[in-house]
């Protein structure tokens, strides 16, 4: 199935992906963000907020920001 997927990480892009069936969110984040934490991220799918158990859907808009900023002062 084919979703959406903006990364808003560093210079950020968007592009369509093709993941299987049934993929979650969680799924989805381990997958294309290895290595780092969700907690450091807000995602959301379709512009909302979703449960790291929601199930993506053929033609979700996946949407991953950074809530902190390197360099940035706080």
Do not use: C, W
């Not at 560093?10 to 992906?17: K, S």
């Not at 049934?22 to 991220?41: A, H, L, N, R, Y």
């Amino acid at each position: 199935m084919r979703l959406l997927y903006i990364n808003n990480l560093g210079g950020g892009f968007a592009d369509y992906v093709d993941v299987t069936e049934g993929t979650t969110v969680e799924q989805f984040f381990k997958d294309k963000m290895q290595g780092s934490k969700p907690d450091d991220f807000l995602i959301r799918v379709n512009r909302q907020p979703v449960p790291r158990e929601y199930v993506l859907k053929e033609g979700d808009r996946v949407t991953i920001t950074p809530t902190k900023i390197e360099g940035a002062l706080l």
